[in-house]
């Protein structure tokens, strides 16, 4: 493996070295910010006019171009923003800032708009930015805008179900996503069990998807990279945003503590549904002669403070903490004088809890650093129990299941621009994992006896390392992308090592169409053991073993991609992929059943394929903004010891998927936006028939009676009913001279659609015949929701 490293490594550098052209050159170098807030701008477009030599920001807004020794325009450009120019004498090496003003009028920036980064021009493929500006823009439900729901109407990415945020990736199952807050994976990235998010948007300055062609950069998860980056905080003057909805409320403070050096960023959400509903259950329950407690609300709350040392030296310290609370007391008495009593507690809590600290380096004109150490803990708590109390005697039992994963990281990359044909990264990075697989601890108390006992699988430590090395390279209208990621896992003498080649390719024809293709190799040492049905808190994170092996996969796509008249960007992709290790729940089997045996008792590793083709045309600037999404995609399943072995269709293979999404300005003053949403109906499992069975109720006497037994048929071989809605939104703006206020009007599932959650056997009378015919019914969640929203920035 090292051999094949350094091959790679070798290769790469050789072709660097060989490529430096021989005249003298000096080297641009510096930042791309806001100019009001001193937001670092990610991937802003940086060019020379005359030699049409350029480059982007990386993910801390920082460029290096290097050119001949002579007078340069300098064109700097990002969407939303003014372009600018500047002339620029070069004979020697120099550091710039450059600071571009938010245009108040996008149409100003359609002007110049062959100055923008074109998708064409790009060797990645497979990949999507969205602005968060649009995204905020968009239909929410119950007026929450939510970031995972808007990823989940671009091509190649499927929704869980009906409100789920659950993301399914050209066939990848959720826990084959890399999902990044500011470098840190998310594990649970839901609230509500996945009718919200936990993302911010108020807190978000940019979001990424990366589906295919993963450069070297990437690993650790099969089907996607979901970067998600929140704001620096203004580094010029205090700022606020918030809003209020129906469910939640929201606020955002940002500003600086030490003008142009230090600044922070504070953003906090909460439901309140407890405070409405608690009051109300509380006199219904005494009413009753009961007294409930409720708690039930979800929260997050976003912090970020940057430090600015000087122009070569950077600290960022990220934090993000958010959870969901449900819990019920219920205390009965009983014989008047209360005597006795009995009090019910049940609940269960799921958390996150992230934090990042950045340390940015710029080395040289040439080559920046970025240290990071990272940590990130998900658990889950579920509680039950009860306590009876009969004048001074007492009796309780109580049930407690806890579940979870803890990583530390610590990772460095850099990136090197020798010259504008190539861009080099590489780095490491080590991530010690713990895994909590589900314990239940039991407690009882009986007359003055007590047991206690614990009954699941003990705690798992692991240590994973990477390495990796790339070059994005430009020869003429050849651009590539080559590099090689490896890997290695270590879990309790089990050591597993692996080498990820990767390639991307573009090829510009004479009409400015690009030609692109790549191909990926990755490998994944964690899994998440859930129903297929449903995602929930309670499913499991769990480390490959020496009896489960990692899930591996290779990725080969083909596309083409082009700017239509300055706005419209098109592509057209086609993708295979192949998975092998694929786990999941024997038949039959549930981790909560069972919990004395070991998980890996429970298991079963197949094959996964999927291919398809991806229609994507977007408009990012503009009056008028929004995309059309089509993907024809077929995923299917093959494990030895389900459905006979014989190969399955996904839970969620979906022959089509239609998005459309548009968002238009009327006026500077009243905004509106539509998402119409189409899929093929989720591939079910059903029983096909049914048979009587003589039984005997009772083992202690001869209490016989019929049962009826069924039978299921091939797994995943029914459809339900194809899933289709409209949500409409309409924003009314009103500017005062210190603050911004909106009122936003939306509807969720506008022409109400019962779109299918789950489906259930029923009996149903027939009166032609007069007996009852066994039935299948589709039971529908959600349906037209009306929501009102007041937001306000100052």
């Known amino acids: 493996m090292i051999k094949k490293i350094l091959?790679?490594?070798?290769?790469?550098?050789?072709?660097?070295?060989?490529?430096?052209?021989?005249s003298e050159k000096y080297t641009i170098s510096g930042y791309v910010e806001d100019a009001d807030t001193g937001e670092k701008l990610i991937a802003a477009n940086v060019y020379d006019v005359f030699t049409?030599?350029?480059?982007?920001?990386?993910?801390?807004?920082?460029?290096?171009?290097?050119?001949?020794?002579?007078?340069?325009?300098?064109?700097?450009?990002?969407?939303?923003?003014?372009?600018?120019?500047?002339?620029i004498y070069l004979d020697k090496?120099?550091?710039?800032?450059?600071?571009?003003?938010?245009?108040?009028?996008?149409?100003?920036?359609?002007?110049?708009?062959?100055?923008?980064k074109r998708i064409?021009?790009?060797?990645?493929?497979?990949?999507?930015?969205?602005?968060?500006?649009?995204?905020?823009?968009?239909?929410?439900?119950?007026?929450?805008v939510d970031v995972l729901k808007t990823i989940q109407l671009l091509p190649g990415v499927q929704s869980g179900g009906e409100g789920q945020t659950g993301l399914y990736v050209r066939g990848g199952s959720p826990d084959q996503n890399l999902i990044l807050l500011d470098g840190v994976p998310v594990y649970n990235v839901s609230h509500l069990l996945g009718i919200?998010?936990?993302?911010?948007?108020?807190?978000?300055?940019?979001?990424?998807?990366?589906?295919?062609?993963?450069?070297?950069?990437?690993?650790?998860?099969?089907?996607?990279?979901?970067?998600?980056?929140?704001?620096?905080?203004?580094?010029?003057?205090?700022?606020?945003?918030?809003?209020?909805?129906?469910?939640?409320?929201?606020?955002?403070?940002?500003?600086?503590?030490?003008?142009?050096?230090?600044?922070?960023?504070?953003?906090?959400?909460?439901?309140?549904?407890?405070?409405?509903?608690?009051?109300?259950?509380?006199?219904?329950?005494?009413?009753?002669?009961?007294?409930?407690?409720?708690?039930?609300?979800?929260?997050?709350?976003?912090?970020?403070?940057?430090?600015?040392?000087?122009?070569?030296?950077?600290?960022?310290?990220?934090a993000y903490s958010g959870a969901d609370v449900f819990k019920s007391i219920i205390k009965e008495s009983n014989n008047g004088g209360g005597s006795s009593s009995t009090e019910f507690e049940g609940g269960i809590d799921w958390s996150n809890l992230i934090a990042a600290l950045r340390w940015n380096w710029e080395i040289n004109k040439k080559l920046f650093s970025n240290t990071t150490l990272t940590y990130s803990r998900y658990k889950i708590d579920f509680v039950s129990g009860i306590k009876e109390i009969e004048d001074e005697l007492s009796a309780s039992f109580s049930a407690k299941y806890l579940s979870g994963i803890r990583d530390w990281t610590g990772k460095i990359d850099f990136d090197y621009i020798p010259n504008p044909n190539h861009y080099v990264r590489f780095g490491a990075s080590a991530t010690q994992h713990n895994y909590s697989p589900g314990a239940l601890t039991l407690d009882s108390e009986f007359e003055e006896v007590k047991f206690d006992t614990l009954i699941g699988s003990d705690n798992i430590n692991s240590m994973e390392y990477a390495l990796y090395i790339e070059d994005d390279i430009k020869w003429g209208a050849l651009k590539a992308n080559v590099g090689v990621h490896a890997s290695a896992f270590s879990v309790e003498g089990q050591?597993?090592?692996?080498?990820?080649?990767?390639?991307?390719?573009?090829?510009?024809?004479?009409?400015?169409?690009?030609?692109?293709?790549s191909f990926s190799t990755m490998t994944q040492y964690i899994n998440l053991l859930t129903s297929e049905s449903l995602s929930s808190p309670t499913d499991l994170w769990v480390p490959s073993t020496d009896r489960v092996k990692p899930q591996q996969s290779w990725q080969a796509a083909l596309g083409i991609a082009r700017t239509f008249k300055e706005d419209y960007e098109i592509s057209l992709e086609g993708y295979y992929k192949e998975m092998d290790n694929v786990i999941s729940f024997k038949e039959g089997a549930s981790f909560l059943l069972g919990l004395e045996n070991d998980w890996q008792d429970k298991v079963t590793q197949g094959f996964g394929k999927s291919y398809g083709l991806e229609l994507f045309i977007q408009k990012k600037r503009g009056k008028t903004t929004g995309w059309l999404g089509y993907t024809l995609a077929w995923n299917n399943r093959q494990f030895d010891a389900i459905n006979n072995g014989k190969e399955f269709p996904y839970r969620y293979d979906r022959r089509h998927d239609l998005s459309?999404?548009?968002?238009?300005?009327?006026?500077?003053?009243?905004?509106?936006?539509?998402?119409?949403?189409?899929?093929?109906?989720?591939?079910?499992?059903?029983?096909?028939?049914?048979?009587?069975?003589?039984?005997?109720?009772?083992?202690?006497?001869?209490?016989?009676g019929i049962q009826q037994i069924q039978s299921l048929g091939e797994k995943n071989a029914f459809r339900m009913s194809d899933y289709h809605r409209l949500d409409l939104s309409v924003e009314f703006v009103k500017k005062k001279k210190r603050y911004e206020r909106a009122w936003v009007i939306s509807v969720y599932n506008t022409y109400w659609h019962k779109n299918p959650?789950?489906?259930?056997?029923?009996?149903e009378y027939d009166p032609a015949t007069g007996t009852s015919k066994p039935v299948f019914k589709e039971i529908s969640i959600l349906p037209i929701i009306p929501s009102v929203s007041y937001k306000f920035k100052f």
């Not at 001949?68 to 064109?75: H, M």
């Not at 050591?495 to 293709?517: D, T």
């Open 120 to 144: 064409e021009e790009e060797t990645q493929m497979s990949k999507v930015e969205v602005p968060i500006k649009q995204i905020k823009k968009l239909p929410a439900l119950l007026g929450e």
């Open 495 to 517: 050591n597993y090592f692996s080498v990820q080649p990767r390639l991307g390719l573009r090829y510009l024809l004479n009409n400015n169409y690009a030609l692109k293709a």
């Open 7 to 22: 091959l790679w490594g070798f290769l790469i550098f050789g072709i660097v070295i060989q490529c430096q052209a021989q």
């Open 757 to 763: 959650y789950y489906i259930i056997a029923d009996n």
């Open 52 to 87: 049409g030599s350029g480059t982007v920001t990386n993910t801390y807004g920082f460029f290096s171009i290097t050119l001949p020794k002579d007078s340069v325009v300098l064109s700097s450009s990002y969407i939303g923003y003014q372009d600018q120019e500047q002339r």
């Open 196 to 318: 919200f998010s936990v993302f911010n948007a108020d807190a978000i300055k940019n979001v990424t998807l990366t589906k295919g062609g993963f450069p070297a950069r990437y690993g650790g998860r099969l089907s996607s990279v979901l970067e998600i980056n929140m704001k620096e905080g203004n580094l010029q003057e205090f700022h606020g945003e918030g809003s209020i909805g129906l469910i939640t409320s929201k606020l955002t403070l940002e500003g600086p503590i030490i003008k142009d050096k230090t600044s922070f960023l504070v953003s906090a959400r909460r439901t309140y549904a407890d405070f409405i509903a608690k009051p109300i259950i509380k006199s219904q329950a005494n009413n009753g002669g009961e007294d409930i407690d409720l708690t039930l609300y979800f929260y997050d709350l976003n912090a970020k403070i940057q430090h600015k040392f000087n122009e070569k030296h950077r600290l960022f310290l990220s």
């Open 660 to 704: 459309l999404v548009v968002a238009h300005e009327f006026t500077p003053k009243i905004n509106a936006s539509m998402a119409w949403i189409y899929g093929t109906g989720n591939a079910v499992t059903i029983p096909i028939y049914q048979y009587p069975v003589l039984t005997n109720y009772s083992s202690n006497s001869n209490n016989f």
């Open 93 to 116: 090496d120099m550091s710039i800032t450059i600071k571009l003003s938010s245009s108040l009028d996008l149409e100003v920036v359609e002007v110049v708009a062959d100055r923008q």
